[in-house]
């Protein structure tokens, strides 16, 4: 058993919703309760639909949002009960990538600028000794050192994101949030990009929160898989063992609408009917029973919890019970 | 069967601050009537510049063709004036496009913008227009019709606006169908559903499609022929099945590589870790300096497109 790097425990995080002078306010429930540990060097890929909370999970993980309650902690400290200096020294430890290079990059900036400013910020090094620890990163991930004194729109999709890892890897952190990191990027780089990442994780001893809802790219990644739908987990364990047999049915809705190249026409696809209704008033229940395939009559008047249903994994349906 | 479109020695320019660049070079290709035709490539390939050569959207300059016929029902498109392109877009050959954000204006409602189509392509009044629109939400099974016509762009979700443009599309009765990338940027639950949508649609009406994807098993769902373009030629060409199943061109086998299917251990991406080059070769096939087979020919010579049984072509020299 490795040391848990982040352990995250009863995570809330609500948005209010202003309302008007006759109603009352109401409140975005964009995380409810989420409930995981991470031990050092594995994979966790974070999967579901847009709507569902991964983002807003992502973004309180890197404090950047403040959560409702709950509490998280990281290498054993408390990410919300931490000032100063000491916040300073953990925000180097935790790093993110996000979805569109397009737009995580400064179009005025030049790349010594965009992947030397976490340095500047932190470690306050000579000019010389910048430019060299950037020329290292760009080498790092793949890229000419010439780079440093060029701009964001001389690189195609590929080439930025490379660079958006560049600055995230920029102060050794220990973990690294991916948020879509190839979403935006065609298959040919994706590739590229996915060995890059996995060549980076043992290199630098990294791990990471992969965010995607490119289920074929987090089975390549991910080794352990949350499963989220309406700010809840609904399945959650090792990652081989969901994509074998996903337990959930809505983790089966997620497996089987997306195409592959076995399908042989349209109509192979599953659709799931509807959408996702609102975080402002989840259905009562199960908050999937209003497009679950299989629903009964129990899932609409009680909540299923997160159980352990076999060795490796945990989910939430009253159908497993 | 008839052919509904062809293309004939198309060659698409840009001019840049370094020179010419060719981004399109098409020998010949055509698509029968009826047909489902996909066209797949990595971004920068030339898909959607050969979407917008035809229906002639491309921006002049920087581009400019060259040379060339794209014959649709007989005639040249490039030989047509704005005026009467006007009347062949969205009546004739119409456009999903790529992005459903940006596609609809944001300071109409959806309904203003959907009828504002139906009275300008068809003549329609005010009245009938509301009523066909009506009418064409319940074609793309968008529920409570009314309601959604009444709203702007930004209160509908990502799966909702695709449909949208997709009921524009099919507003004007054209035979001719052009989606780019429909499905790009939605999640899978939703994608499915508006692929089915888009099968549908096509099987009921009958209508000719290029369909431009960045992954074949995608377009593999709804084409009945494909075609592979790599640096704006095409590398192979074929049914579904050849292509799919029996993939011969060296890029076609790295295009399928490249989509992670397993756990890491069980592939090898370092096989398909290679970058296009900044330049186009003076001569010799395009894509020789990715190719993990090249020989001392395909760095002289450029390969034609050649029959390899069936319908399946490809260029190479292998």
Request: charged share 25%.
């Amino acid at each position: 058993m490795n040391e848990t790097i982040l352990s995250v425990k009863d995570l809330v995080k609500y948005f209010p919703v202003r309302g008007g002078v006759f109603t009352k306010a109401q409140w975005v429930k964009a995380v409810d309760g989420v409930n995981f540990e991470l031990e050092k060097g594995r994979v966790l890929g974070l999967v579901g639909e847009s709507g569902c909370g991964k983002t807003t999970l992502v973004n309180v993980l890197l404090k950047l949002e403040e959560p409702t309650s709950g509490k998280v902690f990281f290498e054993g400290t408390d990410l919300f009960n931490t000032h100063g200096q000491q916040l300073r020294r953990l925000r180097k430890n935790i790093q993110i990538v996000f979805q569109d290079p397009f737009w995580s990059l400064n179009p005025r900036w030049l790349i010594r600028n965009i992947i030397g400013e976490p340095i500047q910020v932190h470690l306050k090094p000579p000019l010389s000794q910048l430019v060299k620890m950037v020329e290292d990163l760009l080498e790092l991930v793949g890229l000419p050192r010439e780079a440093v004194y060029q701009y964001p729109h001389e690189f195609s999709g590929g080439q930025r994101q490379r660079i958006a890892i560049a600055r995230a890897l920029a102060l050794r952190p220990k973990l690294v949030v991916l948020d879509e990191p190839t979403s935006s990027i065609d298959a040919l780089s994706q590739a590229q990009i996915l060995s890059l990442l996995m060549d980076l994780k043992n290199k630098m001893d990294l791990t990471y929160i992969l965010v995607s809802h490119d289920l074929r790219v987090v089975h390549y990644m991910a080794d352990e898989i949350a499963v989220m739908y309406l700010g809840k987990f609904v399945e959650y364990g090792d990652a081989e063992a969901i994509f074998q047999k996903p337990a959930h049915p809505y983790t089966q809705a997620l497996f089987k609408s997306a195409p592959s190249i076995g399908a042989e026409s349209v109509n192979d696809l599953f659709i799931l009917p509807g959408n996702v209704p609102s975080a402002i008033n989840p259905p009562s229940g199960c908050r999937f029973h209003t497009r679950c395939p299989q629903v009964m009559e129990i899932c609409s008047q009680k909540e299923p919890p997160l159980v352990k249903i076999d060795r490796d994994r945990l989910a939430a349906c009253h159908l497993l019970n | 069967m008839t052919e509904l479109l062809k293309i004939e020695n198309l060659k698409v320019n840009f001019r840049t601050f370094e020179g010419v660049t060719n981004v399109l070079n098409l020998e010949s290709l055509s698509v029968a009537k009826g047909e489902s035709f996909g066209l797949v490539g990595e971004s920068g390939a030339g898909k959607t510049t050969l979407a917008y050569t035809i229906l002639k959207l491309l921006p002049i300059p920087p581009a400019f063709v060259e040379s060339g016929v794209i014959n649709f029902e007989g005639e040249n498109l490039l030989k047509k004036s704005e005026g009467e392109m006007q009347k062949i877009r969205g009546k004739k050959v119409s456009m999903i496009f790529q992005d459903p954000m940006s596609t609809l204006n944001p300071v109409f409602t959806t309904g203003q913008q959907i009828t504002r189509v139906l009275q300008h392509n068809q003549g329609l009044h005010k009245a009938q227009a509301k009523k066909k629109a009506v009418e064409l939400m319940n074609l793309v099974k968008l529920p409570d019709p009314e309601n959604i016509l009444s709203k702007y762009p930004h209160e509908l979700s990502g799966g909702q606006r695709q449909r949208i443009i997709i009921a524009l599309a099919f507003s004007c009765g054209a035979q001719f169908l052009i989606a780019d990338e429909p499905t790009r940027n939605l999640d899978v639950t939703i994608q499915a559903g508006v692929l089915q949508l888009i099968a549908e649609l096509i099987r009921e009406t009958n209508v000719t499609v290029l369909f431009i994807g960045n992954n074949l098993e995608l377009v593999s769902l709804i084409c009945d022929r494909v075609g592979i373009l790599h640096r704006g030629q095409l590398v192979e060409l074929g049914s579904i099945k050849e292509v799919a199943k029996h993939p011969a061109h060296p890029y076609t086998l790295t295009l399928l590589r490249a989509i992670p299917k397993e756990k890491r251990e069980k592939i090898d991406l370092t096989q398909i870790a290679l970058k296009a080059e900044e330049k186009l070769a003076e001569k010799g096939c395009r894509y020789a300096g990715r190719c993990l087979k090249k020989e001392k020919i395909c760095l002289e010579e450029e390969p034609a497109l050649k029959h390899i049984g069936g319908t399946h072509y490809i260029a190479c020299h292998l």
